[in-house]
């Protein structure tokens, strides 16, 4: 059964920094892993999806990576702002046509 | 193009009662999913319809039901409503071909209080 972990649950860091989100899930078997986004009592606003085959993915100063056989995949943020502050959702597909698991989550907040 | 749009924003019932969720996905996607998203247990599937289907189903008693209509809307309802349902209902859409087959795209979503 897949399970998808995001440790730590909660991260501070000063503007301007650069960090790194973590993502593990427990079955290399995916077929694809999106990076979402979510403020306080809004929806979800997706930032990346990275397929299988894929290693990596960048949006602006966002970039993803996939190491399927370690079962793991971070989110780099560069030069973090203020506004970056949300909590942050990793979700995996297992396979094309099924449903998708969430992480729990890790909530950043960049102080400024 | 229109985001993902959930109907009513907020919600309140009390014990007992029943409520419909309504969701109307992207134009041309013609998948739904639903989530409920609480602080304890995070975001949970619900169920996903496609073309009038119900195509993936997660693990929620026989109270949570769906649908989806002709022109992709979707609708959820949860009878005998308990206070445990009080969550963030979640609604997401996408489109099953191409490149992004499956990539997710969510509504604001709906808060129940359920009283």
């Known amino acids: 059964k897949q399970e998808v972990t995001q440790i730590p649950a909660a991260l501070s860091v000063p503007e301007g920094e650069n960090l790194v989100l973590n993502c593990s899930f427990t079955d290399s078997a995916i077929y694809n892993l999106q990076w979402f986004r979510q403020d306080p009592g809004k929806g979800l606003t997706s930032l990346l999806l990275i397929q299988s085959s894929q290693r990596e993915q960048t949006s602006g100063r966002l970039n993803a990576s996939l190491d399927k056989s370690s079962g793991r995949s971070t989110l780099y943020i560069a030069a973090s702002q203020p506004g970056d502050s949300a909590t942050y959702l990793c979700a995996v597909r297992p396979g094309r046509d099924d449903k998708i698991i969430f992480g729990k989550g890790t909530r950043l907040h960049i102080l400024p | 193009k229109a985001g993902v749009t959930q109907t009513p924003r907020y919600l309140i019932k009390t014990r007992g009662q029943q409520v419909t969720l309504s969701c109307s996905p992207i134009?041309?996607?013609?998948?739904v999913s639903w989530y409920q998203q609480t602080p304890g247990q995070g975001l949970q599937f619900l169920f996903e319809?496609?073309?009038?289907?119900?195509?993936n189903k997660g693990n929620f008693p026989g109270r949570f039901s769906g649908r989806q209509f002709s022109n992709s809307r979707s609708e959820m309802n949860v009878s005998t409503l308990e206070l445990g349902d009080s969550a963030l209902y979640l609604c997401?859409?996408?489109?099953?071909?191409?490149?992004?087959?499956?990539?997710?795209?969510f509504g604001p979503g709906t808060r129940l209080t359920v009283l």
């Open positions: 997401a859409s996408s489109i099953l071909a191409g490149v992004a087959y499956n990539e997710q795209f």
């Open positions: 134009s041309g996607h013609r998948s």
């Open positions: 319809y496609f073309s009038e289907t119900q195509r």
